[in-house]
């Protein structure tokens, strides 16, 4: 696409209502690359360099939460040359990315457990998240072996501790609470969930905090999600008349 036609899409775009947290679901890595006649994993491969594409104009855009669904809880029963590849992709793009990510004032979190993780991923994860852990433009939330049921259970247990401990009473708890019991505590619900690829489901993708959100389903697949079908999702999104639940 031309930088001509970027800007005028650009242009369309009202900079003052831009949603806070968008979410995207990274769906068709594997049937981008069967079109193509190539394995699976050149899907992912290309899956990344859209990661560092959206990534950047998130922080263009001034979007201080961007969300992205990398591996979820159901993904480790693929076959295992494609978890490799994931894992390896993951921590490649840590160990390119890193310094650009913190200079850009990037700060990464983990949605998700860890301890299923493989050694290198997990030190590669944990160092990226340490290193960032002071920066403040945006936000790149990382859904790792994440399930938005596990994350809600897992918030459950969590509460019923601190209950059983006193440190919170029954009668404290209430929605705004229970979130601070969830992987994105204290940052705000996402106003935009996109999933690329023409699937139209969730997926176990963050169940709590997507109670008012506006979702957008596209038929491209995510190594086709350049810049502009970004842009295309946010004026979209922006199109939308938000109500929560009102009139
Ligand atoms: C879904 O496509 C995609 C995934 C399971 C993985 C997404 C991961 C990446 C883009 C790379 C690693 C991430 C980071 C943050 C560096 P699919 O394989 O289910 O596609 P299909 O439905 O067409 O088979």
């Known amino acids: 696409m031309s930088t001509k036609s970027i800007n005028f899409m650009l242009n369309k775009i009202d900079m003052d209502r831009m949603p806070k947290h968008v979410a995207i679901i990274m769906d068709g890595n594997g049937r981008w690359a069967?079109?193509?006649?190539?394995?699976?994993?050149?899907?992912?491969?290309?899956?990344?360099?859209?990661?560092?594409?959206?990534?950047?104009?998130?922080g263009n855009l001034g979007i201080p939460y961007l969300t992205l669904f990398a591996f979820s809880t159901e993904n480790w029963g693929r076959p295992k040359d494609e978890v490799d590849t994931l894992m390896k992709l993951l921590v490649e793009y840590l160990k390119?990315?890193?310094?650009?990510?913190?200079?850009?004032?990037?700060?990464?979190?983990?949605?998700?457990?860890?301890?299923k993780l493989p050694p290198t991923p997990r030190k590669e994860v944990y160092n990226a998240v340490e290193k960032t852990k002071y920066n403040s433009k945006m936000n790149l939330n990382i859904?790792?072996?994440?399930?938005g049921r596990y994350e809600i259970v897992?918030?459950?247990?969590?509460?019923?501790?601190?209950?059983?401990?006193?440190?919170?009473?029954?009668d404290d708890i209430d929605e705004d609470l229970f979130k601070n019991?969830?992987?994105?505590?204290?940052?705000?619900?996402?106003?935009?969930?996109?999933r690329p690829?023409?699937?139209k489901r969730i997926s176990n993708f963050l169940?709590?905090?997507?109670?008012?959100?506006?979702?957008?389903?596209?038929?491209v697949y995510w190594p086709e999600f350049t810049t502009e079908?970004?842009?295309?999702?946010?004026?979209?999104?922006q199109s939308r008349k938000r109500r929560f639940g009102g009139i």
């Open 34 to 58: 069967k079109k193509r006649l190539l394995p699976r994993t050149a899907g992912h491969r290309e899956g990344v360099e859209r990661v560092k594409e959206i990534v950047e104009e998130a």
């Open 96 to 115: 390119k990315e890193l310094n650009t990510l913190h200079e850009n004032n990037v700060k990464i979190n983990i949605l998700g457990n860890l301890d």
């Open 143 to 147: 859904a790792l072996n994440y399930g």
């Open 154 to 170: 897992n918030g459950i247990k969590l509460l019923v501790n601190d209950v059983k401990s006193g440190n919170i009473n029954l």
């Open 181 to 194: 019991y969830l992987f994105t505590k204290d940052q705000p619900d996402p106003d935009l969930l996109i």
């Open 197 to 199: 690829s023409g699937e």
């Open 207 to 219: 169940l709590y905090q997507i109670a008012y959100t506006e979702f957008i389903f596209t038929d």
């Open 229 to 237: 079908e970004f842009y295309k999702s946010i004026i979209e999104f």
